[in-house]
């Protein structure tokens, strides 16, 4: 990994935004990579890192530990305050930007998302105006060969504009002339839009669309578009994700599922993979299990692993796709026998009470506080639940997507409270937006995406939630003693932030981003003055 830090930024770069550091008088302890956490023995003699970096604002889920970080061989080896630098190959002066851990989505459809068809406008969330809709949709259709379709497939819908109503197809017309635009909102009763380009494509494939823009048959439109796909669409769409994820401060994500994993393991074997994939995957039966053991989770007929990509476990549907059905004991049980990580789609108090019930069962033999297990979803869970998932080691993690509704949601507060191992996760797409901080805005505010109080009661700090969103979401990946948090000894994940967390008004929360996003110790994403150099 030493090589791939010292590649991650060009001499122009680094001329642009860096300055020397020669001779500083000030140790630097090396970490024990190999602890994962633990920093150097007081003593140890100094060393020159990678890189450091000066003048920002670390903060992790205890507030603000540090001013200064340096990073060698990719991990973070020492933090310090103003005064206290120590000498390193490269200094980076971040302007007092406060800079957060790389943000980890603890249950995201990434893959899914990656494989879209058309090209992605990704941020129709943080549109709050029909121009604001219409500047986001001008701004992708800019970077988009002329005639190809822009889509953006769930993930909003037109609640969240002030004038409470579907853009038009002429306004879709007025923000990408030249282009073919689909758009589709998650709830609201928003539907599927598209423009006059876009009923041009339908109308030849047999799919109704109105004088406004509405598509009669959603699901009919997205297979059409998905037959105009190749593969190397559906790859171009995955690197444009991992961009965008990273744009956001996303460095690790949990992604259920089995169909187009093959797409981010191609780009890790290619060395463009740009984001920790933690992969799980479903299992209908016993047997099924033990054909995945015995391939050692291989895809392509290739074992996989490593930091970057690496099989987390089993979920998000055990036993089929009822949740309730007769076969997730048994097919949770195998899971058990052979010591992995297991997490279930569980939304309803029942479907709480059956899983946490075959967790207690199971672990009368095979003990699950080492496995990490998880109940995902968690709608509505009670104490008493939360309080036995805890009292068996296995943790519970909620997701975000009632942002995108005008009901409650899940209840941060209690689950927080409770003390159980808890992480978040977007659920993302095509049911909500991968957007961590619409969600971060959701925890904090009780708001949903048109700003009406729906979930209060359940908010929970700043701190909180940035901890459920970073070292508690790795908890459930076995990754908390390597990411999560500013502690000497782990990968140096951590996104420069386009304003302060901690200070910035709960309105502007869903706009911050990263100008600045490191994997490792890897630039993977930069703007403003850290943008690409030409």
Same mark, same amino acid.
């Given at each position: 990994?030493?090589?791939?830090?010292?590649?991650?930024?060009?001499?122009?770069?680094?001329?642009? +935004?860096? +300055?020397?550091?020669?001779?500083?008088?000030?140790?630097?302890?090396?970490?024990?990579?190999?602890?994962?956490?633990?920093?150097? @023995?007081?003593?140890?003699?100094?060393?020159?890192?990678?890189?450091?970096?000066?003048?920002?604002?670390?903060?992790?889920?205890?507030?603000?530990?540090?001013?200064?970080?340096?990073?060698?061989?990719?991990?973070?080896?020492?933090?310090?305050?103003?005064?206290?630098?120590? %000498?390193?190959?490269?200094?980076?002066?971040?302007?007092?930007? +406060?800079?957060?851990?790389?943000?980890?989505?603890?249950?995201?459809?990434?893959?899914?998302?990656?494989?879209?068809?058309? *090209?992605?406008?990704?941020?129709?969330?943080?549109?709050?105006?029909?121009?604001?809709?219409?500047?986001?949709?001008?701004?992708?259709?800019? $970077?988009?060969?002329?005639?190809?379709?822009?889509?953006?497939?769930?993930?909003?819908?037109?609640?969240?504009?002030?004038?409470?109503?579907?853009?038009?197809?002429? &306004?879709?017309?007025?923000? %990408?002339?030249?282009?073919?635009?689909?758009?589709?909102? +998650?709830?609201?009763?928003?539907?599927?839009?598209?423009?006059?380009?876009?009923?041009?494509?339908?109308?030849?494939?047999?799919?109704?669309?109105? #004088?406004?823009?509405?598509?009669?048959?959603?699901?009919?439109?997205?297979?059409?578009?998905?037959?105009?796909?190749?593969?190397?669409?559906?790859?171009? $769409?995955?690197?444009?994700?991992?961009?965008?994820?990273?744009?956001?401060?996303?460095?690790?994500?949990?992604?259920?599922?089995?169909?187009?994993?093959?797409?981010?393991?191609?780009?890790?074997?290619?060395?463009?993979?740009?984001?920790?994939?933690?992969?799980?995957?479903?299992? #209908?039966?016993?047997?099924?299990?033990?054909?995945?053991?015995?391939?050692?989770?291989?895809?392509?007929?290739?074992?996989?692993?490593?930091?970057?990509?690496?099989?987390?476990?089993?979920? &998000?549907?055990? $036993?089929?796709?009822?949740?309730?059905? &007769?076969?997730?004991?048994?097919?949770?049980?195998?899971?058990?026998?052979? $010591?992995?990580?297991?997490?279930?789609?569980?939304?309803?108090?029942?479907?709480?009470?059956?899983?946490?019930?075959?967790?207690?069962?199971?672990?009368?033999?095979?003990?699950?506080?080492?496995?990490?297990?998880?109940?995902?979803?968690?709608?509505?869970? #009670?104490?008493?639940?939360?309080?036995?998932?805890?009292?068996?080691?296995?943790? %519970?993690?909620?997701?975000?997507?009632?942002?995108?509704?005008?009901?409650?949601?899940?209840?941060?507060?209690?689950?927080?409270?409770?003390?159980?191992?808890?992480?978040?996760? @977007? #659920?993302?797409?095509?049911?909500?937006?991968?957007?961590?901080?619409?969600?971060?805005?959701?925890?904090?505010?009780?708001?949903?995406?048109?700003?009406?109080?729906?979930?209060?009661?359940?908010?929970?700090?700043?701190?909180?939630?940035?901890?459920? *969103?970073?070292?508690?979401?790795?908890?459930?990946?076995?990754?908390?003693?390597?990411?999560?948090?500013?502690?000497?000894?782990?990968?140096?994940?951590?996104?420069?932030?386009?304003?302060? *967390?901690?200070?910035?008004?709960?309105?502007?929360?869903?706009?911050? &981003?990263?100008?600045? @996003?490191?994997?490792?110790?890897?630039?993977?994403?930069?703007?403003?003055?850290?943008?690409?150099?030409?």
């Amino acid at each position: 990994m030493a090589e791939d830090s010292a590649r991650a930024w060009t001499r122009r770069e680094w001329l642009a +935004t860096t +300055t020397a550091a020669v001779g500083v008088p000030v140790a630097c302890p090396r970490a024990a990579h190999a602890a994962g956490g633990q920093a150097a @023995t007081a003593g140890a003699q100094p060393v020159t890192s990678d890189l450091l970096l000066v003048n920002g604002r670390f903060v992790d889920h205890r507030g603000v530990v540090a001013s200064a970080l340096a990073v060698d061989n990719g991990r973070i080896v020492w933090l310090g305050q103003a005064g206290e630098t120590t %000498a390193a190959d490269r200094v980076l002066d971040l302007g007092g930007r +406060t800079v957060i851990p790389g943000l980890f989505d603890g249950h995201v459809h990434y893959t899914r998302a990656g494989v879209n068809p058309g *090209y992605e406008a990704r941020r129709v969330e943080r549109a709050y105006s029909i121009a604001a809709l219409q500047e986001t949709l001008a701004a992708r259709a800019a $970077g988009v060969p002329s005639g190809a379709f822009i889509t953006c497939i769930g993930g909003w819908n037109h609640t969240q504009f002030v004038e409470r109503r579907p853009p038009t197809s002429a &306004e879709l017309d007025d923000a %990408a002339p030249d282009h073919a635009v689909y758009l589709s909102g +998650t709830g609201g009763g928003t539907g599927a839009l598209t423009n006059s380009r876009g009923r041009a494509f339908f109308a030849g494939r047999g799919i109704d669309v109105d #004088d406004a823009g509405r598509v009669g048959n959603a699901n009919a439109a997205v297979a059409a578009l998905r037959e105009a796909q190749t593969s190397g669409d559906r790859l171009r $769409g995955t690197a444009d994700l991992n961009a965008h994820a990273n744009g956001l401060g996303l460095t690790g994500v949990i992604n259920p599922g089995v169909d187009d994993q093959d797409l981010p393991l191609r780009l890790w074997r290619e060395d463009r993979l740009t984001i920790r994939m933690r992969p799980t995957f479903p299992a #209908d039966s016993p047997e099924e299990v033990e054909a995945r053991v015995a391939n050692n989770f291989a895809q392509d007929g290739r074992a996989v692993g490593d930091d970057l990509f690496r099989v987390a476990g089993f979920g &998000e549907r055990i $036993g089929g796709r009822d949740p309730m059905g &007769e076969g997730f004991e048994r097919t949770a049980r195998a899971i058990a026998r052979h $010591g992995w990580l297991l997490q279930q789609h569980s939304i309803s108090p029942q479907e709480n009470a059956f899983h946490l019930a075959a967790f207690q069962r199971i672990s009368a033999e095979y003990p699950l506080r080492d496995l990490r297990w998880s109940i995902i979803h968690l709608q509505q869970i #009670d104490e008493p639940t939360l309080r036995a998932l805890d009292a068996l080691g296995a943790g %519970a993690s909620a997701q975000t997507w009632t942002y995108l509704s005008d009901r409650g949601g899940p209840p941060f507060r209690r689950i927080v409270d409770s003390g159980v191992p808890a992480a978040v996760g @977007t #659920d993302s797409t095509n049911v909500s937006a991968l957007d961590p901080w619409a969600s971060l805005f959701y925890m904090t505010t009780g708001r949903n995406l048109a700003g009406e109080l729906t979930n209060d009661g359940q908010q929970i700090s700043r701190l909180e939630a940035l901890r459920l *969103y970073t070292l508690g979401a790795a908890w459930f990946a076995f990754d908390d003693h390597h990411v999560g948090s500013f502690d000497a000894g782990k990968h140096a994940d951590l996104a420069v932030l386009s304003d302060d *967390y901690l200070s910035v008004p709960e309105a502007r929360l869903r706009s911050l &981003e990263s100008v600045l @996003t490191l994997v490792g110790g890897r630039r993977v994403w930069g703007s403003g003055p850290f943008a690409v150099a030409p």
